[in-house]
C-alpha cells in the first residue's frame, strides 16, 4: 500500500509538473513605460502634458502621467522609482524636500539643489522651464520649476535629458500665466500640444 | 484510509484537470476555443472563434495555422498599469495566417467598446515562417509587430492601433495592405533590415510613417498613397539624423512644398535628417491590383 501512495504521489507530481510546463508565465514588452508624475494643479498637469507629448511623439515611448497628492509623495514614489520623473521646484526641493535652509538666489539654489540631488538621492534636475512660481515657494526661496528625472531612467534612455532639455528656458512666467489661463476648462493636453506644435517641439 | 484515498483521488483530478487546461491551446479543430497563458509546440489549427486571455505562445518547434474567417479576440488585461493590454499571440515558430477578401482573419479586442491598446500585439519574433494574407489586426498596441524573420504581409487591415504594423531587423515584403486610424500607420526602426513596402495605403492616422531611429534609407517604399494623415505623412524620430528617402509614391497633391510641409524632418528640428519624395505620383495608386502591376499571378 506505501508503495502504491508513493506511486501515486509521484504521478501526481508529474501531472503538476506537466500542466506547469504546458501554461508558462511569458513576458514580452513592448518598451517600458515612462511615468511621469502630476501634482494636479493646472500648472502641473500642463507641464506633465507637455513632457508627456514631447518624450512619446519624438521618441515613440509610451508614457503614462500618474496623478500625485503632493509634493513628499512624489519625491518618495520618485525614489521607488514608481515614477520616473515630475516637475518639482527648486524652493521645495531644498528646504521642503531636503530639509536645507532656504537659498534666495535663483541660481544657487539650483545648483545647491541639483547636486545634492544628484550625489545623494541619484535623482537629477535638467534645465528649469524658465519660470519662477512664488505660489510654491519656501520662505526666502524661489521656486523654478524643472524636471526631475531618476538617473536609472536616464540610463536607459540616454536620449531623453537632450530632449527634455529643449523645453529649458522655453516656457517664461507670462507663457505659463496664458497656457494655464488657456487650459482653464481642463484641456491640458490640447494645450500642451499646441503650445509644442507652435514652438516648434513637435 | 478512506479519506488519505479520498485526497489522493481529488488531486489526481485536479492534477489532471489543470494538464487539459494547459493543454487546450494544442488541441486542433475546435471552433470554440479559450485560452489563457498557453504554449504551441506542435502543429495547431485555429478556426471560428478564439479568445486569448494571458499570453499564447508559439514556440520553435510550433506551427499555428489560422483559417480564413477566424475571429482571435483578445481579453483587455492591464496587470502592471500602464495602460496597455497584457494579452498577446506571440510566435517564434511558424505562423500561416491567410484569410480571403470574403472571410478575412480578424484579430481584435474582446470587448463590447473596444479601446485602442486593449491588447498588445500579434508579435513575431525570430519566427520561422510568416505568411499573413488577408487579416485585420486592430484595437491593439501594434496590429503586427515583426523582429528578426522573414516576413510576406499581404492585402491585409492594420487599423484602430498605436502603431498599425511595427518592424525592425527584419526582411519583410508588405504590399496591398491598409493602415488607417493609428497613431502612427507604420512605425520602424531599420537595422539593416531589407524590406520592400509597396502598393499600401497609409491614410488618416495621425502620423503616416514614423522612422524612429537607426534608418540608414535602405528600405524601399514606393508606389504606396502616404496622405491625409493628420500630423505628419512622414516623422522621423529625435534619433534619426540620417536623411530617408521615399520614391513614387502619392502624397496627396503633386506640389512639391504642401508634399514638404506634411514631413517632420531636419526643417523643424535641425538634428534631424530629410526627408526626401521623388518621383511623387500625380495620382493614388489602386492598392488592389498590386499583383497584377508587379506581374504577379494572384
Known sequence: ?202 | MKTTLRMVAVSLVMAASLMLAGLAGCASGPSVLRLEDSVIDNEVVWNGEVTIDGIVTVKKSGRLVIEPGTRVLFVHRDYDGDGIGDSELLVEGALVARGTAEAPIVFTSAATQPQRADWKYLYLDFATEVDIDHIVSEYAYSGLQIHFCRARVTNSVFRHNVDGLRFSTVNLLAAGNQMYDNRHGLRYEERRSQVHLHHNDIRENDVGIFVVTRSTDNALIEQNNIADNRQYNVKLGWQQPGDVTLPRNWWGTTEPLAIIKTFLDQDIDGSLGRVSAPQPLAKPIDIHNWQKDQGVSP
Not at chain 1, 537659498?103 to 535638467?126: G, H
Not at chain 1, 519656501?138 to 520649476?145: N, Y
Request: charged share 25%.
Open chain 1, 1 to 202: 500500500m506505501t508503495r502504491f501512495f508513493s506511486l501515486v504521489g509521484k504521478f501526481t507530481l508529474l501531472v503538476l509538473l506537466l500542466a506547469g510546463l504546458a501554461a508558462p508565465t511569458l513576458y514580452a514588452c513592448v518598451g517600458k513605460t515612462l511615468l511621469v508624475g502630476s501634482l494636479g494643479s493646472p500648472q502641473q498637469q500642463i507641464l506633465a502634458q507637455m513632457l508627456s507629448i514631447l518624450i512619446s511623439e519624438r521618441t515613440g515611448t509610451s508614457i503614462k502621467i500618474v496623478p500625485m497628492d503632493g509634493h513628499a509623495e512624489a519625491h518618495e514614489a520618485l525614489l521607488r522609482a514608481d515614477l520616473d520623473m515630475y516637475v518639482e521646484y527648486t524652493g521645495v526641493g531644498q528646504v521642503i524636500i531636503l530639509k536645507d535652509p532656504p537659498i534666495a538666489d535663483a541660481d544657487e539654489l539650483y545648483k545647491a539643489v541639483k547636486a545634492r540631488y544628484n550625489q545623494e538621492l541619484n535623482l537629477i534636475w535638467l534645465k528649469p522651464f524658465g519660470f519662477s512660481d512664488e505660489r510654491f515657494a519656501p520662505e526666502g526661496t524661489v521656486a523654478d520649476a524643472a524636471p526631475v528625472v531618476r538617473k536609472d531612467t536616464l540610463k536607459k534612455f540616454p536620449a531623453l535629458a537632450r530632449l527634455i532639455n529643449k523645453l529649458g528656458g522655453a516656457i517664461d512666467a507670462p507663457a505659463m500665466k496664458k497656457l494655464e489661463k488657456e487650459s482653464a476648462s481642463g484641456n491640458y493636453k490640447e494645450v500642451a500640444r499646441k503650445f509644442l506644435k507652435e514652438n516648434r517641439f513637435i
